[in-house]
């Protein structure tokens, strides 16, 4: 009868060779034939009867491999979620700024000293409640003490002011959008790019909007160029599409501080004022949310030939936009403008 050494056997099917060795000798086989059969020898055989006869059959069963830990207990788990919910990994000493799970992976041995898989992370990850996320971008320039005294101050006193005065305060911004412009991802065979037609033109639009809390907003598309002379025209026709002051809060840009705008201002006796957020603060500008709605659902699933095609899609997106005021005050509620309702 052929034999094999059970030692070069995996923890599985150990425990399982223990196991049927011993219930085969309580079941009468001779244990100088049951060890030879199982590759074992008979001193192993015999130490297998008597954990049986002393603990019982558990105690045949595999014991965990001896190592580092290979879990992360309730308080080292709670430990981790902070980390990574209000640090950045830069804060930890790696070079990126997004937390990836070989960063993580590396965290845990810095900190825990455990090493876990890539896909053992993944399962913790959800486990503890966090999700891949796109981040949101903030500069290093922008000054938390003066966001924090706009949010807490001064906007309140422009908003009290302007319901003094019966003016309406509209946020306003502008974006460029190119006939090349792409994003999203979609469906394909594993392994295998699919690829995307586009025109091949580079063409370009400014567009320009302003949008309030009630849901209404006003919009131009074009001209390609953004300077004083574009936005005072902007802030003309505006002005004479409602009757009430317009109040406009926008960002530093310098077109918005030039001094021919500072002059148009002045002019307009009251009828439009001008104030601005803090400087390095996007995320304080709620057009910044209708801008990233029509590139993500509109232009970037579309095919755009040229720049007429361009002005168009921009046009009939804002326009579209325009007749959705629910959607627009959905952007208020934005935590990070929620300031603004």
């Not at 000293?113 to 971008?137: D, E, M, V, W």
């Not at 995307?196 to 390609?224: C, E, L, T």
Request: net charge positive; aromatic share 10%.
């Amino acid at each position: 009868m052929n034999t094999f050494d059970a030692r070069t056997l995996g923890h599985d099917t150990l425990e399982y060779i223990r196991i049927q060795a011993v219930k085969a000798v309580q079941e009468g086989r001779r244990i100088r034939e049951t060890a030879k059969i199982f590759g074992i020898h008979r001193g192993t055989l015999h130490r297998w009867l008597k954990m049986a006869r002393k603990c019982g059959m558990d105690a045949l069963k595999k014991n965990p491999v001896p190592g580092r830990k290979s879990f992360l207990d309730k308080t080292q788990e709670n430990t981790l979620q902070f980390y990574i919910s209000v640090f950045t990994s830069i804060n930890f000493g790696f070079h990126s700024t997004l937390w990836t799970t070989e960063i993580i992976q590396l965290l845990i041995e810095q900190k825990f000293s455990i090493h876990l898989s890539r896909s053992a992370i993944n399962r913790l990850l959800h486990r503890i409640g966090l999700t891949p996320q796109r981040p949101a971008r903030r500069s290093t320039k922008q000054n938390s003490a003066a966001v924090d005294l706009w949010l807490k101050e001064e906007f309140h006193k422009i908003n009290l002011l302007a319901e003094k005065e019966g003016a309406t305060i509209y946020f306003l911004d502008e974006s460029r959008i190119r006939t090349d412009y792409h994003a999203g991802t979609t469906w394909s065979l594993e392994g295998l790019t699919l690829v995307i037609p586009n025109s091949g033109d580079r063409h370009s639009v400014n567009m320009i909007a302003a949008i309030n809390a009630d849901g209404k907003i006003y919009f131009q598309v074009g001209p390609n160029t953004f300077n004083g002379e574009a936005f005072i025209e902007y802030l003309e026709n505006f002005s004479k599409t409602v009757h009430n002051p317009i109040w406009i809060i926008t960002d530093r840009c310098s077109v918005h501080r030039s001094k021919m705008v500072m002059e148009y201002i002045e002019k307009t006796n009251g009828k439009v004022k001008i104030y601005f957020l803090p400087a390095y603060s996007p995320e304080l500008n709620p057009v910044e949310l209708v801008w990233g709605n029509i590139k993500a659902h509109g232009f970037a699933r579309s095919l755009i030939h040229g720049a007429r095609e361009l002005v168009e899609k921009a046009t009939n997106l804002l326009e579209s936009l325009k007749q959705m005021p629910g959607k627009i005050r959905a952007f208020f509620k934005k935590e990070s403008v929620q300031y603004a309702m």
